[in-house]
């Protein structure tokens, strides 16, 4: 006796989801997870799969490095002048750009995109031709202003959204209920706007802690950041360990980042942004 | 308790458009006026140049005598409610209401029971903690509402608060508004563009169109008498005829009714539910082109020679049908020439 | 991002609204002009007159006749172009397929592929050099894994010209894909339904219904890898062969290791020429982007 059979929908296997999964974690984690175990490898001799001994016998010694604990200093410096200059000047701004009315608004606006029209290094070399005759080179300030100009788009862009997508109306109804002009901005549109600002500050610190290019070409050999001995650790240094450790402190603020951030670049409006 | 006047304002956007046009209006003390208008008739920019969120081009705004035009909107004794309620989204139910108490600098305690109060009054007692997206559209009016009404404002405005809910919610907020307007006699501006709202809710109203004035009157007044064609045509439905008068005749088509007024153009204003029609023996004025069955009543849809069509209400739609030739007999009406009436039936109810 | 016309608030005059707003918006523009857009065409003008043995500026294209018959410069300028276009190419096959994944799939591994997709973005192209050479370097895990499955050592990548290639790409990947699925994003299901219900298969509907829809964002994506990767120098410089190099390695060791910035910024003006069209392009298409918006 034939059994009566229901229709039922066919399990499907997603075998492209997991093609793709399997080949990017292959090709995105596992290097990273190769530098996290040299990290904690106090030995890891050749052709071992694992390392001989974990420990945090690498951590002691990097840290003991005089050369990291100044690029940490001179890297969080930077990061730290760079941000707080852009968010002074391109704040008020970005302010401006979204919500008065003046002449070349709009071509002032888009001027910012002038450097995105070239190969980055190539303008980093013509900035530095200006530099070298103002003595910048080699140079802490140097360094701030070529970065600085680096962060510009972004902490404008970003911040140009934030404030036009704060409703109008709110604003209004706080002056209605007899709050001034700056209270509202105060007490209404910064929190309103916040969050988005915020990410753009973390992003541009992030991006400023990071920036390898302008401070290599500006203020080497004076002005070490992290990624800079990071470079001379990949070229000099035979201990390998060395540049795990350092490779491992380096992605502290891109962890924040990835935290605090990427809210807002899954968001449609950031690729749009790079004008997809 | 206090008198809103309002004189010659004007609000000119570039040279061509003139969004309110020499515009004069006294809301006198505890009195609910609704400015009715289809979009685009001037009557938001009206609400927000008294606000104080846009400056006139020329003209008047005077609170109780006091000249309010070069006052920036927090230094103005008016509370505004918004169409999108516009409620702080990062403050809570309680720190929207405080907010505008905190900048009068009142004490603490006397600052909640205000807020307590307000929210009682509104029926939200106990929400003082509520995040705004944890309320229901409906509630959130009630706080902007609150908002505005905390502060014990001298002029109410409203601009179109209901317009983002539904039906049911918005005749009940109606009540609750008219309700709470009465109760406290706040004299309160409101805008609207649906009739509906305006009728149940105003003690006057004020129909506008290109920024200018059609009329002023109580809301019977305006169904009953309104005193141009684009206000009859826009509160209710009317039928308007245009045609010529000829010897003490208006003419139209086939259609013709005494009119005692001089020859020339004329609008002939009748409502559906005073146009009565009979089965024609032959010709007929016109023909019946559909009949609509609402239950209560029914709707014939009549249709001239010339092909303009009209309605007229009848008490029971299955006794028409459509093709049937039939007669007309406006039992009130009106005429309307240059803009104004002309004439007006006696019987007119 | 877009700029919408703005409203008086206040009725604030305008006239003194429009200073402030100037003066708001200087220190940045002004910036703006001294480090870029002074900087491009004073690299245009210095290296085209050049100062004679009398001390006059003169009209020359010395420098640039020397870099364009150059052994070497030519080669490096070759070796830019080559990787160039092989990672803009492995760059599309690889990110069209996973953006149009990410486009139709739903569920968590989806979630988990998009993320994957996009972490590149928050690792820093040091650290990921680093990370290839452990790898894909000599005695690297790769080695280690071959060696404990019995199999022959590979040829590594590392300092070939395939090395920055690699790295390049997978720099690239997260932008490259959120392009894509921005442009797929325009693609609606309906188009692609009402193509299904005409009996169009799954390859027609790719031709004819999504990749003319998208051909603009693969442009862009394209334009915005081209510059990217044009003046690469990190990687380039961490991973690539030393000679022939890539143009960003070699701006960088002309101007500071030779002292020769007249050189080196000739080779930036001739990358700049390179690079014109697609960074115009790029940047037509941001601006169209925010007006539409």
């Given amino acids: 006796m034939a059994a009566a059979t229901t229709y039922r929908e066919p399990r499907r296997v997603d075998w492209a989801g997991i093609g793709f999964a399997v080949v990017l974690t292959l090709c995105i984690i596992l290097p990273l997870l190769v530098v996290g175990t040299w990290a904690f490898a106090n030995v890891w001799r050749y052709p071992s799969v694992l390392p001989q001994e974990f420990g945090l016998r690498y951590w002691n010694a990097t840290l003991a490095r005089a050369d990291v604990w100044t690029a940490i200093t001179t890297s969080i410096s930077l990061a730290v002048v760079v941000t707080l200059i852009s968010a002074i000047i391109c704040l008020p701004a970005a302010f401006a750009f979204a919500r008065l009315q003046f002449p070349g608004r709009s071509i002032l606006f888009f001027s910012f995109l002038a450097g995105q029209a070239f190969p980055k290094f190539g303008l980093l070399v013509a900035i530095a031709g200006i530099f070298l005759q103002l003595n910048l080179i080699g140079n802490f300030w140097g360094v701030v202003l070529i970065q600085l100009v680096g962060t510009l788009l972004f902490m404008i862009w970003i911040p140009v959204a934030a404030f036009q997508g704060v409703d109008r109306r709110m604003e209004e109804a706080a002056r209605d209920v007899g709050a001034s002009p700056l209270r509202v901005f105060w007490s209404i549109t910064l929190p309103q706007a916040g969050p988005t600002i915020g990410a753009a500050v973390l992003l541009t610190f992030v991006n400023t802690f990071y920036e390898t290019e302008g401070a290599w070409l500006i203020g080497a050999p004076a002005i070490r950041t992290m990624p800079v001995l990071m470079i001379s650790f990949i070229n000099n240094q035979p201990v390998i360990q060395y540049g795990a450790v350092l490779s491992v402190l380096l992605w502290i603020p891109s962890f924040f980042a990835l935290l605090f951030a990427r809210r807002v670049i899954s968001g449609g409006s950031f690729a749009r942004g790079f004008g997809a | ?349 | 991002m877009s700029l919408s016309p703005t409203s008086d608030i206040v009725g604030a005059s305008k006239k003194s609204g429009g200073l402030i707003g100037l003066l708001l918006v200087a220190v940045p523009v002004l910036l703006i002009g001294w480090m870029i857009i002074y900087p491009i065409i004073a690299a245009v003008i210095t290296t085209l007159w050049l100062r004679n043995d009398a001390g006059a500026y003169v009209f020359s294209t010395q420098t640039y006749r020397f870099f364009f018959t150059d052994g070497y410069s030519l080669a490096n300028l070759g070796l830019t172009l080559w990787t160039t276009v092989v990672c803009a190419i492995i760059l599309l096959v690889v990110c069209l397929p996973i953006a149009l994944y990410l486009r139709f799939a739903t569920g968590r591994l989806a979630v988990y592929v998009q993320g994957l997709a996009i972490f590149p973005l928050f690792v820093p192209s040091i650290i990921l050099s680093y990370a290839f050479i452990r790898v894909l370097g000599p005695n690297g895990m790769l080695d280690i894994l071959l060696n404990a499955a019995h199999l022959p050592k590979i040829r590594s990548p590392y300092l070939t010209p395939w090395g920055p290639v690699i790295g390049l790409v997978w720099d690239h990947i997260p932008l490259t894909v959120l392009i894509l699925m921005a442009g797929l994003g325009s693609v609606s299901d309906a188009s692609i339904e009402a193509a299904k219900d005409v009996g169009a298969g799954p390859v027609t509907r790719l031709w004819y219904i999504i990749l003319p829809r998208i051909s603009n964002s693969i442009l862009v994506a394209a334009s915005f890898a081209v510059l990217g990767i044009f003046s690469a120098f990190t990687l380039p410089y961490v991973l690539g062969p030393a000679a022939p190099e890539m143009m960003g390695p070699f701006m960088q060791r002309t101007f500071r290791d030779l002292y020769d910035p007249p050189n080196a910024i000739t080779q930036a003006v001739v990358s700049f020429g390179f690079c014109i069209v697609f960074g115009l392009f790029y940047v037509r298409s941001v601006v169209r982007n925010q007006r539409a918006r």
Avoid at chain 2, 204 to 215: A, T
């Fill in chain 2, 1 to 349: 308790m206090a008198v809103l006047d309002i004189k010659g304002v004007s609000k000119f956007f570039g040279s061509a458009v003139r969004a309110v046009d020499d515009f004069d209006l006294t809301v006198g003390n505890g009195e609910l006026v609704c400015l009715l208008g289809p979009s685009g008739s001037g009557k938001s920019t009206l609400l927000r140049m008294i606000g104080g969120f846009e400056t006139p081009s020329a003209g008047s705004i005077t609170i109780d005598g006091d000249e309010v035009i070069h006052l920036p909107p927090e230094r103005r004794p008016t509370g505004m409610v918004f169409q999108s309620h516009a409620l702080w989204t990062h403050m809570n139910v309680f720190k929207n209401l405080a907010f505008g108490l905190k900048l009068r600098r009142l004490p603490a305690d006397e600052i909640r029971r205000k807020v307590e109060d307000v929210l009682k009054l509104v029926g939200l007692t106990g929400y003082g903690t509520r995040q705004t997206h944890q309320l229901s559209g409906g509630q959130q009016q009630r706080v902007a509402l609150a908002r505005s009404l905390v502060l014990e404002p001298k002029i109410l405005l409203l601009d179109e608060p209901f317009a983002s809910l539904d039906q049911h919610l918005r005749e009940r907020l109606r009540e609750e508004v008219r309700d709470i307007q009465q109760r406290m006699g706040i004299t309160t501006l409101f805008v609207t563009h649906g009739q509906d709202e305006a009728l149940s809710m105003a003690d006057r109203i004020v129909v506008m169109r290109d920024g200018r004035i059609e009329q002023v009157a109580a809301p019977d007044m305006l169904y009953r008498e309104p005193a141009t064609p684009f206000v009859a045509g826009f509160i209710g439905t009317m039928n308007l005829i245009e045609g010529e008068v000829k010897g003490g005749k208006f003419v139209r088509a086939s259609f013709s009714h005494p009119l005692p007024i001089a020859d020339g153009p004329a609008i002939f204003a009748v409502r559906p539910e005073a146009l009565a029609i009979a089965p024609a023996t032959g010709e007929g004025a016109a023909r019946i082109h559909r009949v609509t069955d609402y239950g209560t009543h029914g709707l014939v849809d009549l249709e001239l020679p010339d092909g303009t069509r009209h309605k007229a209400m009848v008490s029971e739609a299955r006794d028409w049908k459509a093709g049937q030739p039939v007669t007309l007999a406006p039992r009130a009406f009106a005429a309307y020439r240059d803009n104004a009436v002309a004439y007006r039936s006696s019987t007119a109810s």
